[in-house]
């Protein structure tokens, strides 16, 4: 039972402390574990599912506007990396370096991707002649590398996992579309899956992507009031075909230089979905991304006919992605296991629900018990599903929205910081000094300018000047 | 038209220059591109998709039988690589080593994974303690680097995509239960699937994996009489976990090393397909493979009522992978591209067709034609594709079947080897002396000791001694 024992272990609760709740629940949702290659971590099965299951449903939505998957090298050439000046500039110092293959030194070295612009502009290069050849969506599934000095499960490691979405566009117009429509595309996924809301919009110039003319966001609040950027889609206008040289031909046989867009989600998003919607006896899932939506708990096991009817139930329940805990543990510990690993539904069936033919099930978000017929199980989970889903989503909007803030002055805006952990919208003049000084004397920063923008005041919270765009501001992970 | 230039240029026939013809197949039906990374390729859309297809129907049978994905670190420290004796001696030449990591230097120089045994014992150590933690049945899709110094896209690479299971057993019983189970579930998948019929056997000591106390393997017989290595499956029996301290407490509570196997396919499968089943037209996909199933190619396009009537059939369609080539380029070229790319089916459908209430569908391998009734389009569609799968399945038994030689003294065997590409079935004593003088003289190597063994003779076809299992030998990739 050593297992077990583990498990009861009471979580630290995330009013006392909310990162070390946080790694607690990580570690007993059994998500991920710490390795001996320092800052990079395993994504255990139940971590890496959830992950499969974006995968699975991001791709899907990529693959109806277009998107072909292709798969570039892990390296890049240091000499490539350096094509392009602000990009070099964002990431060289963040890079591992290969130095030699082998037994020999490398004549160059080169670094493991921390992003793939370099590569997808070099092969980009050879691969657009003609306008003929364009647009080109490509993505790819795969790990990057940022030699992070601070990390933190899912949020921050050395080594990611995500998608980089690269593309190639004939005209400035055509990329812009491109650039809203995944960043919409994003926003929709954690909001209809992931049970997310989410802010849409621009990032200032400070905060902008290495390289990029305009880098979008959606950004998330967790409970604790904390903001997490939880995917970004970047305009480069032509800046990189401009470096690496990516033109063809148009119609009238004039060669034009491409305008080009990445974008890309990653395995943070895990940390957003545990952030947003769990609790002090751990994970709460969204049924909809969940790897086991359905844990069947037969009670009394050992009597006749409970488990043989534990498995009937299960194979009525195919549509849904169920399992039946058929452990010997008690229970008791498998009601607690089912809730710290976040299962939306769990099924309780014991002899007495049988002779009376019926069935006990209980949501793990707020617990809500509910004695169903065993006649219309299969319409009473897929109704319990929903409602849970639609749920999960409103009360984190309100959570959200109840966090969110206003403020037209900056002592105002001071306070709301020290003292109220959530968003705090207020305007700004568009200079980087006003942003600096709120960085360091609050430790908020801009997360985005909204596309839904709303008039606060005339003049920036912070000097008093103009105001030219109301901001999104906030702690951030 | 440039894009359709390219394409008719002829590939070089595969009776001229084998080698040349492979390559030529690969970048014309747009599977692969060259990088500035020395060593490494890009895999297109249209490579990436068989991958993508080859992922998908492993994954499926994987988790069938229990298997559980994670993910792992990409990085190996030199410390840990180095646990095992006869793994690093088999690995460590060919390793890419990180140094440096972001500006300073580390303090332990880490590879970056050339397969991930190590990893996983490390992982396991933490994560077995008692008999109730096993088996572990953990895999991961990831890509490994290894650095060759001759490369062959899809064959050999500095980089290339694979999935590494690894398993813990309590038992040694289990453990080389699971080590065949998984070499005939890939077996399955290669004559089922990739219509590549395969022979299944054990390896000698000489070509067993590093580390390993026996692999098993697949080898396929590709259209040159070369042999590939098409899927191995390892059984590690305690050695890792002695190396490693991988214990667990059993039912006796007594401290016992835990039993290992691992088991990996690569993207090499993709030359498979194409060394298996191409043609000098180009490529040839199985239809149980192939990304695009079906193409529908409307004659005299501009004609009214033409195009409206393919996307009518495509919709029709819908259960298969289809899509209906409606660029500006002549039915010629259309029908050049997709032999060239190996989609299985094409149909034609042009005015005349349309009056007459029928359609042409033309098989991609044997380039039969036949003209259906568009009544019953969903059927011809279908049985066409199930008789083409069927037919590759023969076709290729045939020729492996027909390429096979028995030798019986050394004379033969080596004429056989000189003359006549293919295997060749001959006894063996069992003495690496023998294999190491084989290699030398002929370049053939041992491809392994089949499970359906044969008694061809009674000595040795080298040495002359007494025989103690018969081998196939050939010259591999």
Known sequence: MAKDKKLVEAITSMEDDFAKWYTDVVKKADLMDYTSVKGCMVFKPAGYALWENIQHELDRRFKETGVENVYLPLFIPESLLQKEKDHVEGFAPEVAWVTHGGLEELPERMCVRPTSETLFCDFYAKEIQSYRDLPKIYNQWCSVVRWEKETRPFLRSREFLWQEGHTAHATAQEAQERTEQMLHLYADFCEEVLAIPVVRGRKTDKEKFAGAEATYTIEALMHDGKALQSGTSHNFGDGFAKAFGIQYTDKDNKLQYVHQTSWGMTT??????????????????????????????????????????????????????????????????????????????????????????????????????????????????????????????????????????????????????????????????????????????????????????????????????????????????
């Open 268 to 477: 943070r998003l895990i940390g957003a979905i545990i952030m947003v919607h769990g609790d002090n006896s751990g994970l709460v899932l969204p049924p909809r991304i969940a790897p086991v939506q359905v844990m069947i708990v037969p009670v009394a096991q050992h009597k006749e006919g409970v488990l043989d009817k534990a498995y009937e139930l299960r194979d009525r329940l195919s549509n849904f992605k169920v399992k039946v805990d058929d452990s010997d543990k008690s229970p008791g510990w498998k009601f607690a296991e089912a809730e710290m690993r976040g299962i939306p539904v769990r099924i309780e069936i014991g002899p007495k629900d049988i002779e009376a033919n019926q069935a006990v099930i209980v949501r793990r978000d707020n617990r809500e018990k509910q004695v169903v017929s065993l006649d219309t199980l299969e319409e009473s989970v897929a109704n319990t599903l929903d409602t849970m889903q639609r749920e999960m989503l409103e009360r984190a909007r309100a959570h959200r929205d109840s966090h969110t803030y206003t403020a037209t002055n900056y002592e105002e805006f001071k306070a709301i910081i020290a003292n109220k952990p959530g968003f705090v919208k207020a305007m700004w003049c568009g200079d980087q000094a006003c942003e600096d000084k709120i960085k360091e004397e609050t430790t908020a920063t801009s997360r985005c300018m909204p596309f839904a923008q709303e008039h606060i005041s005339d003049v920036c919270v912070c000097c008093g000047k103009p105001a030219k765009a109301m901001v999104y501001w906030g702690k951030a992970y």
